[in-house]
T-cell receptor, first 116, second 109 residues
Framework: GAVVSQHPSRVICKSGTSVKIECRSL??????MFWYRQFPKQSLMLMAT?????????EQGVEKDKFLINHASLTLSTLTVTSAHPEDSSFYIC????????????FGSGTQLSVL | DAKTTQPNSMESNEEEPVHLPCNHS???????IHWYRQLPSQGPEYVIH???SNVNNRMASLAIAEDRKSSTLILHRATLRDAAVYYC??????????FGAGTILRVKS
């Protein structure tokens, strides 16, 4: 079964509204989570690293005021797309590392955001 | 982040083995070689990873060159469900995973 749960799987919103995406680690704690976005026919692009109890680390070119990340607990990270516009329409995916020394990442099933 | 080079696409027949190559000539001593795959409209799925020695698991095998500048993911018997984009990624322990373009694997019945 899934070890990382992402919700919602699909969301359609009007331009100017904000959308929150949740990422939960199931049965394990994740002090770090990663957020990606993916446009059609393209690879995943890392947006930010979410750190429990502290500020997220954003990749170059990603607007931190546009994509708000909160990692308030060891099992939940949220990504809020604020004042969404059609160009924010994309597939958003979260991931969390689980394991010991050689940790592997588990990914959520993704959220398809469509902004009208 | 160290870069990897993979073929854009490959094709295989069902029930036959598939060898997916990956070049990583600038790999550092602390980089792990990770493989993930992504089916359409889904998040990526972990396949296998290794550091220096060849690795086997129930999904695949990973053959790592002695100089670690290349590796090969081996699917022993391809099925239609193996059709996906396969990503070869170098990752330092604990660090973020940065995806390249990957290889689109098509499996013919």
């Amino acid at each position: 079964g899934a070890v990382v749960s992402q919700h919602p799987s699909r969301v359609i919103c009007k331009s100017g509204t904000s959308v929150k995406i949740e990422c939960r680690s199931l049965d394990f704690q994740a002090t770090t989570m990663f957020w990606y976005r993916q446009f059609p026919k393209q690879s995943l692009m890392l947006m930010a690293t979410s750190n429990e109890g502290s500020k997220a680390t954003y990749e170059q070119g990603v607007e931190k005021d546009k994509f708000l990340i909160n990692h308030a607990s060891l099992t939940l990270s949220t990504l809020t797309v604020t004042s969404a516009h059609p160009e924010d329409s994309s597939f958003y995916i979260c991931s969390a590392p689980r394991g010991g020394t050689n940790e592997k990442l588990f990914f959520g099933s993704g959220t398809q955001l469509s902004v009208l | 982040d160290a870069k990897t080079t993979q073929p854009n696409s490959m094709e295989s027949n069902e029930e036959e083995p598939v060898h997916l190559p990956c070049n990583h000539s600038t790999i550092s001593g602390t980089d792990y070689i990770h493989w993930y795959r992504q089916l359409p409209s889904q998040g990526p799925e972990y396949v296998i990873h290794g550091l220096t020695s060849n690795v086997n698991n129930r999904m695949a095998s990973l053959a790592i060159a002695e100089d670690r500048k290349s590796s090969t993911l081996i699917l022993h018997r391809a099925t239609l469900r193996d059709a996906a984009v396969y990503y070869c990624i170098l990752r330092e322990y604990g660090n973020k995973l940065v995806f390249g373009a990957g290889t689109i694997l098509r499996v013919k019945s």
